[in-house]
């Protein structure tokens, strides 16, 4: 089992659609949650953090489910420029700080 | 900002070749970090370093070292390069602190042939 799952998508949806997504990780020592996003042919950039309590920036929300140990974020009313690569990365203190990366989920918004 | 620069954005070298890829970042963080990523594969990490001259082995190091003289830089060493090592690598730098985020350098295509 993979240390961080994601569902690759791709996700095609219309613009102003509401799209989730799910990211489960395996070690329960897990403590500290990001999504980042990848335009295309770019590098990883920093999209929001993800707190305990969940917390929102703008059209996005992440959430924090540590029972079930899985990540959540949505974003509502989608964008052409939301079109993307999200990944979900988690930080282990047991594994010396590492921060894993899931494979990503590929957003395409369309028109 | 945090400024991460990789020294070249794309490069091809030949099969057995000893390949440098240089990388700097301007915000005296303590953390940096080599991955290399890959369709299919993700973003899977080869070294990271928490301080100068200090270096940890990350997921997949076999074929490559790593050099962290000074704390702004932090090199990734192909001792003899190989096909299988075409990829696109990415460089990345954060703080100490617990909650703190990966910054990347816009990252390097190498080409083996």
């Known amino acids: 089992r993979k240390e961080v799952e994601q569902d690759p998508g791709p996700f095609n949806v219309p613009e102003g659609a509401t799209v989730a997504f799910n990211c489960t990780y395996s070690n329960s020592a897990s403590q500290s949650f990001f999504w980042y996003r990848q335009d295309c042919r770019k590098e990883p950039k920093l999209l929001m953090s993800v707190y305990s309590s969940g917390n929102e920036d703008g059209r996005f929300t992440a959430q924090l489910n540590r029972a079930s140990q899985y990540i959540s974020l949505l974003i509502r009313d989608s964008k052409l420029s939301d079109s993307a690569t999200y990944l979900c990365v988690v930080r282990s203190y047991n594994q010396g700080g590492k921060l894993i990366f899931g494979q990503g989920t590929e957003l395409s918004v369309k028109p | 900002d945090v400024k991460v620069t990789q020294s070249s954005r794309y490069l091809v070298k030949r099969t057995g070749e000893k390949v440098f890829l240089e990388c700097v970042q301007d915000m005296d963080h303590e953390n940096m970090f080599w991955y290399r990523q890959d369709p299919g594969l993700g973003l899977r990490l080869i070294y990271f370093s928490y301080d100068v001259k200090m270096k940890e082995k990350g997921d997949i190091p076999e074929g490559y070292s790593v050099s962290r003289e000074k704390k702004e830089r932090f090199s990734l060493i192909l001792e003899s390069a190989s096909t299988n090592q075409t990829s696109m690598y990415l460089c990345?730098?954060?703080?100490?602190?617990?909650?703190?985020?990966?910054?990347f350098g816009n990252g390097t295509r190498l080409t083996v042939t």
């Open positions: 990345a730098s954060r703080e100490g602190g617990d909650n703190s985020p990966l910054h």
